[in-house]
């Protein structure tokens, strides 16, 4: 058996690598158009910025080094140019030499990635505008910067590498503008969480503009359709990705409702002994059963060692991904999994929305704040999806979550977890377990939540609510919930005989804990409907901004 893999960065060398694993007698080719094969496009940023000194510890592997350790040939500039899949051959180009070849295959693997987007914009093919996704990009990126020294950086799009570039160029000593077309970073947080990666980002003295579209790039200034105009030496484009499927297309292979290629779960696709695999394949969510579109590194590896097993007489199955991230955004890390609430209410989901801030371990021993928001379907208590906002220990929690939510677990069976405990590590009730007790405890209605957003929809659609702030009197003052009245938790069962109980309640704190206390006191006191103020006044108040 002959296997050709078109690509060789994550996805099709690790089909080579386990097909080879499998079977020592198949032929196995690569080719590749780039110069690089399996490099670390995620580490890029961080060799911009310094973190990484030598651009070559992103490439740590060479085709020799496959070809020796395991007998794969691997061909960098090598580019199939047309196939024709009834003869079972492709036409290849050495782009070095011009010269063309034809080779055939029994077994076929689109390994073909994804191509980073060039937005319409006069000027963007200029030499100082660069896209960042290749080890060529990177390197001429770095001999760009070191030939002309700029001062001032544009970077257009504010998902995961513009954030990433952003950082470091800003660690680099450049001043970087950061421009958004939509209302929000990180399109894949919801806004509320956006927002409080978007204020720390200014904080680090990053200039950041959304609802804003450039327009022209000129040799020293960037201008949006809005006539802005910013100064600027070089111009890095983060504007997303797009499947390189358009080898595939030509020979009859059916794309998804993501527009990359579909393929089941053995990585196959509508054509026979045809995969995909990698950042050209599609994927579907564990929650929803859904296509999805999620191109990273993590994902590419695990989808090529399936196709490398399956080709090969194996058994592997592809159980769809979560769409988890995780990114450093100067001393704050932010992970995700799963539905965020804008995608479950799309879903029709019925949800709870739980904002949880907590320590991510003992206070005494400098415990970070972390916020978390989870969401959970009304009807089975399922964890639909996590965002996590922190200093420390963001890594940790988002990962358990994960390991939950890929077994389908319930809000409640996170308070049951047997998680690690020691004061360095986490608190007595690890912020894993609350969420998951404060979501159960919500959706068997026994303590009500209720978000910013509604609390706020509630009052501008004129209803009359009771808002109780249980905190200090210094700390009401300094900051409250519109329409508060300030009754301290201590004071609250005297005062309540002052209360209306058959008016919608709601209670809030700093973070969550007392307002949760408050409600107890006023259910047990027979009124009729109190909510917990989800987050406490800390979440609205990052919410109000």
Known sequence: MKIIIIGSVAAGTSVAAKARRNDEKTEITLYNADYD????????????????????????????????????????????TTINHKRKKVTVKNLETNETMEDDYDTLVFATGATPTTPDITGADQDHVFHVRTIQNTAAIDAYMTANQPKKVTIIGAGFIGLEVAEQLTHKGLEVTLIQRSNQIMPHLDKDMASRVKHHVISHGVTLYLNEEVRTIS?????????????????????????????????????????????????????????????????????????????????????????????????????????????RVFDLAVGYTGLSEKEAIKAGYDMEVLHNIKPSRADYLGGKELVIKAIADRKTSQILGVQIIGEDGVDKRIDVFVTAMSFKAKAEDLFHLDLAYAPPFSTTKDPVMYTGMALQNAIDKKNKLITPRELIDRIDNGEQLQIIDTRATKQFEASNVTGAINIPLAALRSEAKNLDPNLPTVTYCNSGVSGNAAQNVLRNMGFKEVFNLSGGNKNYQSFHK
């Open 219 to 327: 040799e020293n200034a960037v201008e949006t359709k809005n006539g802005m105009v910013i100064d600027s030496e070089m111009v890095i484009l983060a504007t997303g990705v797009r499947p390189n499927k358009k080898l595939a297309e030509e020979i009859g292979v059916e794309l998804g409702k993501s527009g990359a290629i579909k393929v089941n779960n053995k990585m196959q696709t509508n054509l026979p002994e045809v995969y995909a695999v990698g950042d050209v394949a599609e994927s579907f969510s564990v929650i929803t059963g859904e296509p999805i579109y999620r191109p990273l590194g993590s994902t590419a590896n695990k989808m090529g060692r399936i196709a490398g097993d399956v080709i090969t007489g194996g058994d592997l199955e592809h159980r769809g991904v979560l769409g988890t991230g995780i990114l």
């Open 37 to 80: 094969i399996s490099y670390s496009i995620c580490g890029i940023p961080y060799f911009l910025g310094g973190e990484v000194n030598e651009l070559e510890s992103l490439t740590p592997r060479s085709a020799a080094w496959f070809k020796k350790r395991y007998n794969v040939d691997i061909f960098t500039r090598h580019e199939v």
